[in-house]
């Protein structure tokens, strides 16, 4: 089956607007070469009748001959040859990947009758890598492919035979050896070019060589390669027909989402089919294509004999043919011109939604206008509830402002209530979580980010900190330094004057005291002076090579690591890399066969790189790196490049097509016109990507409708187009248009007029003959000894167009024999174009801001945030705190004894104790009401009553049930007694679905708290003042901790797993694990040596309208 690329991803998303700032600067730089053709332009194109290579596949010999001789005397002369075989590879059996660019009709779509499909190779040189004949005529205008492209119905190629092996295109994969065995059985019925008459492979292939075959009918097979010249002494098969079906094209690529990315021209070649669709069907009809190879076919006998011809199929996909007037090109195009608007749902479905009579309150209806649909969303706190959302691409002018707004830490704040509706707009929220997303998702850039981060960072804390020591004159740079060292020397050199000594000999051991100053990055002295000089490194970091000259993606970079982030942040302008269900929130904004313009949402775009900034702040005050990081942008965006008249480009504005035309031709192209002119501009254009199969993206930076995007066109690439055999087929006749085709330069070609019409269109019949020449020879034949051929007869064919352009053109048509360029340009279906004259009131003018274009001048999250971010305690160095300002001594006084050093103290082990002061996150346990003994009393009784086997029994539970510390996850049910404070986890995991009807009240964890007895029970803990017991996974509950106390003043300790709603039912429950965290185990001073104290822990499941569950285990402690 045959693979290619539909929507083809380019390595860049601002390569359009890369391209256009290259050729800005090359403009006067460069010189054609006299030897280069001639340049194409927007539209143009240039064909050749063959491309073949230097060698083609096969054996070659080169020679030498050397002369060796002295002076001028021949007579001595000694003549030296040698020689040396060579072979040249090629393809042969199967294309090499991505050989095709494209087909047409593509796979599983549907075409008219007189459509001749095509297959186009990404290699010009392809179908004459390998030669089908031999070439008697060097100079021969044509040349004869290896390669045929073949059109059958479904029952012309099933074989019972093979039918088990047969794939969805009715080939078979047989290796040689198969196929020659299969070719020399006594009862074969098959006869091969692949192998010889014999079933041994042709010289240079092997027998384990695997391809795929097709088993052509010998009637038709026949009929396919008939030289109708010599139809009564015909004794070899024929190919020369299909030297007409071949060709090369060299188009320009300009508009083209595809062949776009790889330079403005391209060059690829063309196979052409012979044979139509079937002419007599009533309802649509499947079809089978092969791209074969004719290798050898030139030397088989004619006509075949046996019933079938096995040969070799490269590439195959199938389509449907249509009867005689149904959907074609032209339907689609007219169609796809009447459904253009904006990108919103249709006013109309809206109404049409409604019961009669019934009208939408005005602020939804205005809502929905606005491109915004309602979404599920689930709060912080669990509980699920209906949301506002947009994308990127919307159907109004949103101002961006000129004000910064703040930054956000998590997007959070970016969240907008809806006071009428009552409704959360989290639309610049998804956009931060979009942003930040796709950063973490590219390892590359999260890197750089980080490197960045850290080199700004270090380098603005530690300028900040020269300059708080330099104020107080505690430091100087190497310059200042170097200036004061004459006058220290001065000093030095008085010193030898015992005059100026007027301290006592022992002050030099007199240490200095000092003031320490706060130098942590939370100090108010580094907060006054930290965001100067990131600003400074930043600014640094983004310099280009050249002094004074930032980098811009056309010089070279100082620091790579900005190189990558840069060039990041700009892709994500063009919104490159964002997933196409934000682009389109829900699919009534893009029926089928539709165009949507819209407007990109500034707001959303800013929102999205700041989310993408956020990443990697891992120290105070890395807001003001995000900040500057942004400025440096700006800069970027508002200043014109040396060399270029323009800032640089970011779109603003642009449509989606959606539409078969986009899955038929993957290079539709797209031209943009400025108000009256004549040629498009193709620098309007700067992002064009097929984004999904059928959908077209394309960014414009100038607004639709005004005066400098007036109109779009959309037109059929030239290697992309249908061929057909005619205007139209029918099976009475073929009518042909007879196109001009010149010769001349293109600038006569200009001067002549109606260019576009025909010379003439004549109406051919089965037997031949037209009105003009009533004897002729046909030029198709629809069927021939009761096979259907449905094919064009050639040479009759080519030969009666080169006689009506010889007599139509006269001198502007100089080609003295027909040619395929001339066949490729004749059975050129005729191209369509689409022009879509954009109306001045697509955005209405009520809301627009005339000094606005809609582009983004610049990021405005530059404030600080106005949420604060909760931050754990900052570890700072010991050197946070730095000696600045000596204070008076007495330099004359004796110096002092040192004191004698204190004895070290014995190390002890660090036992926690009670906080006598409890933090106010941590709430304080008491005894609860009699209620709550009473209930503890009972669970104990019932325990008795059940007996030994209840004591560690957890059976009777829904939810599995198992503790262990995150000190020591893999020994559950066991605790070591730490010298710190340790997390225990309690495991709820549901055991399987067979209770998922029952609906939970709460589950309750019980254990014995209190002084340990080792007569009467075992305790977890005598004390706790930790912060609580919270939810692993499921937030949709919560733990509540509590104390009872039974009769004899013993206490429990009760961890209960309570829904926020009242109840909630099983089948949505997985996972109820949670954690109690800070605990330390009781005082076990006084338990027995030898005597393992085990904590008795229960479990108790309560269940609406269903009797209570419960279990025990034993938690065991090492102590």
Known sequence: MVSYTICRKPPQARYLAHRYAQKALLRNEATELASKPEKLYPGQERLYSFYEPSMVAGLHRISTEQVIRRDENKEKEIKLNDSQDFNVVAPKFKLPDRSVHS???????????????????????????????????????????WLALLVFSQHELAYPKLSKKQTSTLDVNLSLGELGSLVAASDSDCISPAVQANGDPHDGDSKDIGANFVFVPKDLFNALFKNYEQSTNQNLCDVTRYQWFSHTRNINTTGMANSGIDGEEGVFSVVISQRSGPLDIKEPTDLIIHLVSIENVADMPYPVQKDRVALCSLESWSYTCLPPDSFNVYDAFRHVGSQHDVLRVDPEQIKK???????????????????????????????????????????????????????????????????????????YSTAWQVGKSLALADQGYTTALSRLRLTIGREGMEETKKEILKANGFFQNRNEILHQLAESLKTLRSLRDPARLQHGPDARWMPLSSVSVDMSRKSSLVKQHYSEFVAKAAERVSRSTTEG???????????????????????????????????????????????????????????????????????????????????RVNDYLGQAHEGLHYQPQRPGFGFLLRSELCIKFPDLIVEAYRKDQKKPDPTIIIRQENIAEGVLLVMFETRPGSADLSKIIFREPPHQQAFACGASLKPTHLSVAYRKIYTIPLSEQEKREVRTYPIKTLMHYPGGGDKEQPNSKPIFTWNEDGVDVRALRLPEFADRVHSILKEGLKDDYTETDPTATMMGIQLNNPMWYLEVRITPNLFPPSEWDSNDDGLLAGLRMLRDPVTPLFEAALCESSNSKVTLHPSGIDWK???????????????????????????????????????????????????????????????????????????????????????????????LRKKDNS?????????????????????????????????????????????????????????????????????????????????????????????????????????????????????????????
Not at 402 to 426: A, H
Request: proline share 8%; hydrophobic share 40%.
């Open 103 to 145: 087909v047409y009709p593509p796979q599983g779509h549907t075409d008219n009758v007189e459509i001749l499909p095509h297959i186009v190779l990404t290699n010009p040189q392809l179908p004459w890598t390998r030669r089908a004949v031999e070439i008697k005529d060097p100079k021969a205008r044509n040349r004869v492919p």
């Open 353 to 427: 939604s409604l019961p009669l009579g019934q009208q939408l309150p005005s602020r939804l209806e205005r809502r929905l206008l606005d491109g915004y649909v309602i979404t599920r969303y689930r709060t912080k706190t669990g509980e699920q509830t209906a949301a506002w959302i947009r994308g990127p691409f919307v159907p109004t002018f949103v101002n961006h402002g000129k004000e910064d707004t703040p930054m956000s830490y998590t997007g959070e704040d970016l969240q907008i209530m809806d006071k009428e509706l009552g409704i959360m707009d989290i639309t």
């Open 549 to 631: 000259v930032m980098y811009n993606e056309l010089n070279t970079p100082l620091n790579p690591d900005w190189m990558i982030v840069f060039s990041w942040i700009l892709d994500r302008i063009y919104l490159a890399g964002v997933p196409a269900h934000y682009y389109i929130p829900d699919p009534s904004y893009l029926p089928p066969e539709s165009l949507r313009f819209f407007h990109i949402d500034r707001h959303w775009v800013d929102s999205l790189i700041d989310g993408a900034l956020s990443i990697g702040s891992h120290q105070a005050n890395d807001e003001k790196i995000r900040k500057e990081l942004k400025k």
């Open 893 to 987: 006084a004796a110096f002092a004894t040192p004191a004698a050093m204190a004895s070290q103290a014995a190390i002890e082990a660090i036992i926690p104790t009670r906080l006598n002061h409890l933090s106010p996150h941590i709430r304080p346990l008491t005894v609860q009401s009699k209620s709550a003994i009473f209930r503890a009393t009972a669970l104990q009784a019932a325990h008795k009553l059940l007996g030994a086997s209840m004591e560690s029994s957890l059976d009777r539970l829904l939810m599995g049930f198992s503790m262990y510390s995150l000190a020591k996850p893999s020994a559950p049910g066991y605790l070591d007694k730490l010298s710190y404070r340790q997390d225990l986890v309690f495991s």
């Open 995 to 1119: 209770n998922d009807g029952w609906i939970m009240k709460r589950i309750t964890v019980t254990f014995p708290y209190g002084t340990p007895d080792s007569k009467v029970r075992a305790t977890l803990m005598d004390f706790y003042d930790g912060p609580g017991a919270t939810m692993v996974t499921d937030y949709r509950l919560n733990v509540v901790t509590s104390l009872t106390a039974d009769e004899n003043g013993r206490q429990f300790f009760h961890l209960a797993v309570v829904p926020r709603a009242e109840t909630i039912v099983m089948r949505s429950i997985q996972n109820l694990s949670f954690t109690l965290s800070g605990i330390m185990i009781a005082d076990y001073s006084d338990w027995p040596s030898g005597k393992t104290p085990s904590v008795k822990v229960t479990v108790k499941e309560e269940y609406e309208h269903r009797n209570p569950q419960d279990g025990s285990t034993n938690l065991k402690l090492n102590l």
